[in-house]
Structures are given as C-alpha cells and as structure tokens.
C-alpha cells in the first residue's frame, strides 16, 4: 500500500525537531550561587573611622552570572590574617530580593552582570580598646559576600591599616584676617601634649604635625593649606595662598606619621570644628620707602626723575604719583596740596616728571595700589629744585 505524502512529512518534520532539541554534551551542575569573594578591597583611615570600598561581585565561583546577593560580613582583627570572620564587625543587609541591589549602607538598584561592578563602601568606627600605643600596631580588614542562602566563598584580599591612637583636634581654632593673609592660631591642649610624650616616648621614630585644610565655601574644593610642627601650647599659621574676595572653611587636623623600614604612613585624626572666613580685602599695600628725586635737563627740556624702594605685596597693582601744587583750593581756602600726575598707574618704581618750570622747587610723594584698588598711604615726601 502506498504511503500518504502528507504524513510522510509530518513524520519527517517531527524528527527534524526532536533532532535539533537533543543536548549535544553533558548536563551542566546545578549553581551553588556563591559570589566569587572581592579581590580589590581598600581601606583608609581618619580618626577612630575606618572606610571600607570594594566592588560588588559579578561573577559566582563557577564563572556564572550573579543573580542575587545576601548579606556581606565585614570583618576586623587585631591579628596580622583573618582565616574567619568569626565575629564580624558589621553585617550589611542583603538587597531586596529579585535581581536587584543597592550599595552598602545606602544600596542602589543593581545592574546586570555585564555592566560594571557596583562599587560598594562601609564605614567602621573601632573600638578605643583596638587603639595602641605602638607604631606597628595594626588593625586588618577583609569582607566576604554571601549568597542569598548565607553561604559563602570565602573571604577577601586582607588590607591593613596602622591601629595608632591618634591625638586630638585642636578644640579653640580662630582666624583673623589682615593684610598678609588669613592668621590661624589654637592651643595644643594639656591632655594633647600628655597623649604626644607617651607616644613619642613608646615610638622614638613618630613624627606628629598639624594640618591645616581650606574649603571653598561655593565649591567645596578641599586644599592643605599647610602644616606646622607639633608644639606646646599656643600654636599660629599665616595662610597666605587664597584667593581674595571668596569665603573659605578652615580645620585643623593632627597627622602623625610612622617610619617603618620600608615605608611611611600617615594617620589623620578627627577634624577641629571649621572657623569661616570672608577674605575681603580692603587691606592696602606697604607704604612705600626711599623716595628720591634727581634733576636733569642741562641743554635740555628739564625733567626731574623719581626712585622709591619695590613694595613686595603679592597683589600690588602700581603706584600713584603726587606733587605739591601751590595756590591750589583746599577746604581751609588757599593753600597748597599733594595732586596726583600720573593718569594711569606706574608699574614700575620710578617715575619721570616732565612737567616742570626752571625757578621752582617741587616736592613728590607716592603711594601704592592693589589689584582691588586699595591704596596705601603716601610715602616720606622729598623734594628737589629746578634751576
């Protein structure tokens, strides 16, 4: 009997798809989901305060995609390695369930695998009882990210940071403004002192300073404004290196700083509380000095030119020159009185005045301007004679 066309294909279709859905290797494992423990752990320290920043993981331990993320432990020890968290010192929460997470301690929504790592950070306050005396002494970090279930692959890479007690902030910081700068002073307190000779006296090597930053109010830019060395009682710092017309945050920081046989670190402690300061200048340059006027003009179209010693203000602009004009209107009726000759300012310190007549005696002053156009008062007055 003869086989029906219709069905022959039907049979041959249904092969074709059994064919193309059949596994073509072994059946893969189920997943344990166990994120592949961070690699780029980093650790700084400011004060008793210990931050913590590291990248979420993408990757599970069998090179599979995450898919969900639990708890992280972040662990500290006084000992040199970690091998288990054993009492973590912090237990960030696991993201809210789904494919979805957010960063420690404030999580964002997660992304796929394929984009980039969530960068995550923690911030851990230690124990004062964790605090040495020791310049070696240190304090050790790792983290280890668990799955959904708890479990996990292990910890991450150790970082350590120096486990030194760090001395105090300054409690009286005052600014004054004036000519010259921005003038900080504080007073390095009984108990500050007491704190430094312990550590010096446990640390020959230890070196303690204070730091001084400045913040832009409008920006928020942090600059060091400087430092000074440690010393006993009143303690100043002429800030000299703003800009004027900004208004500015000043703080004050220890920052103690460990020799060791091959490197240095530096440990800042807490912040003073920040003084504001409104840099407006209406602070005139020097007054100028050694003013000295020579005649010249024999044959010639007389002239008498004028010396003065360079005022050294960072922000000088020029300076004015004036002479004594007699018959001049002044408030007591007439008299004599100092007129400006020059119409644009004098860049450089001297000056030739051309505008004057044999027979007469005239007497010159000068002052100097900044940038923002104070000026300052008039220097010793000379005078020299035109024949």
Same mark, same amino acid.
């Given at each position: 009997?003869?086989?029906?066309?219709?069905?022959?294909?039907?049979?041959?279709?249904?092969?074709? @798809?059994?064919?193309?859905?059949?596994?073509?290797?072994?059946?893969?494992?189920?997943? @344990?989901?166990?994120?592949?423990?961070?690699?780029?752990?980093?650790?700084?320290?400011?004060?008793?305060? !210990?931050?913590?920043?590291?990248?979420?993981?993408?990757?599970?331990?069998?090179?599979?995609?995450?898919?969900?993320?639990?708890?992280?432990?972040?662990?500290?020890?006084?000992?040199?390695?970690?091998?288990?968290?054993? $009492?973590?010192?912090?237990?960030?929460?696991?993201?809210? #369930?789904?494919?979805?997470?957010?960063?420690?301690?404030?999580?964002?929504?997660?992304?796929?695998?394929?984009?980039?790592?969530?960068?995550?950070?923690?911030?851990?306050?230690?124990?004062?009882?964790?605090?040495?005396?020791?310049?070696?002494?240190? @304090?050790?970090?790792?983290?280890?990210?668990?799955?959904?279930?708890?479990?996990?692959? %292990?910890?991450?890479?150790?970082?350590?940071?120096? #486990?030194?007690?760090?001395?105090?902030?300054?409690?009286?910081?005052?600014?004054?403004? $004036?000519?010259? %700068?921005?003038? @900080?002073?504080?007073?390095? +307190?009984?108990?500050?002192?007491?704190?430094?000779?312990?550590?010096? +006296?446990?640390?020959?090597?230890?070196? !303690?300073?204070?730091? *001084?930053?400045?913040?832009?109010?409008?920006?928020?830019? /942090?600059? *060091?404004?400087?430092?000074?060395?440690?010393?006993?009682?009143?303690?100043?710092?002429?800030?000299?290196?703003?800009?004027?017309?900004?208004?500015?945050?000043?703080?004050?920081?220890? !920052?103690?700083?460990?020799?060791?046989?091959?490197?240095?670190?530096?440990?800042?402690?807490?912040?003073?509380?920040?003084?504001?300061?409104?840099?407006? /200048?209406?602070?005139?340059?020097?007054?100028?000095?050694?003013?000295?006027?020579?005649?010249?003009?024999?044959?010639?179209?007389?002239?008498?030119?004028?010396?003065?010693?360079?005022?050294?203000?960072?922000?000088?602009?020029?300076?004015?020159?004036?002479?004594?004009?007699?018959?001049?209107?002044?408030?007591?009726? +007439?008299?004599?009185?100092?007129?400006?000759? $020059?119409?644009?300012?004098?860049?450089?310190?001297?000056?030739?005045?051309?505008?004057?007549?044999? %027979?007469?005696?005239?007497?010159?002053?000068?002052?100097?301007?900044? !940038?923002?156009?104070?000026?300052?008062?008039?220097?010793?007055?000379?005078?020299?004679?035109?024949?």
């Amino acid at each position: 009997m003869r086989a029906h066309p219709g069905k022959f294909f039907a049979f041959a279709a249904l092969c074709v @798809l059994l064919t193309s859905c059949a596994q073509t290797g072994p059946p893969l494992p189920p997943s @344990l989901e166990l994120p592949k423990p961070p690699t780029d752990l980093r650790a700084s320290r400011k004060g008793d305060r !210990v931050t913590l920043n590291w990248s979420e993981p993408t990757l599970t331990t069998d090179r599979r995609s995450v898919r969900y993320i639990g708890p992280t432990l972040v662990c500290r020890s006084v000992e040199n390695e970690i091998t288990q968290c054993g $009492n973590p010192a912090a237990l960030l929460p696991a993201p809210p #369930a789904g494919p979805r997470k957010v960063s420690s301690p404030h999580r964002k929504d997660r992304k796929t695998a394929s984009d980039k790592p969530t960068p995550e950070t923690d911030t851990d306050t230690v124990p004062a009882s964790m605090l040495r005396l020791d310049a070696a002494a240190e @304090l050790t970090y790792a983290v280890e990210v668990l799955n959904r279930n708890a479990r996990g692959a %292990g910890l991450s890479n150790r970082v350590h940071v120096p #486990a030194l007690v760090t001395l105090a902030a300054p409690g009286d910081l005052s600014a004054s403004l $004036n000519g010259d %700068g921005v003038e @900080l002073t504080w007073t390095s +307190a009984v108990e500050v002192q007491k704190a430094f000779d312990d550590l010096s +006296a446990r640390s020959p090597g230890l070196q !303690v300073r204070y730091r *001084i930053y400045r913040r832009e109010e409008s920006t928020g830019k /942090d600059a *060091i404004a400087g430092e000074v060395s440690f010393e006993r009682g009143g303690v100043h710092f002429m800030d000299s290196s703003f800009e004027w017309e900004k208004t500015y945050l000043y703080r004050v920081t220890t !920052v103690t700083t460990i020799k060791r046989a091959d490197s240095e670190v530096q440990v800042e402690g807490d912040d003073s509380a920040p003084v504001r300061v409104v840099a407006h /200048d209406v602070f005139p340059p020097s007054v100028p000095t050694g003013l000295q006027a020579a005649y010249s003009g024999e044959g010639q179209k007389p002239f008498i030119d004028l010396i003065w010693a360079p005022v050294t203000n960072a922000d000088l602009a020029g300076y004015n020159v004036y002479r004594l004009e007699a018959g001049a209107e002044t408030g007591s009726g +007439a008299g004599e009185k100092m007129v400006k000759v $020059n119409s644009e300012l004098v860049k450089s310190p001297a000056y030739r005045d051309s505008a004057v007549e044999s %027979g007469k005696t005239y007497t010159y002053s000068v002052t100097a301007v900044d !940038v923002r156009g104070n000026e300052s008062g008039r220097s010793e007055e000379t005078g020299e004679a035109v024949p």
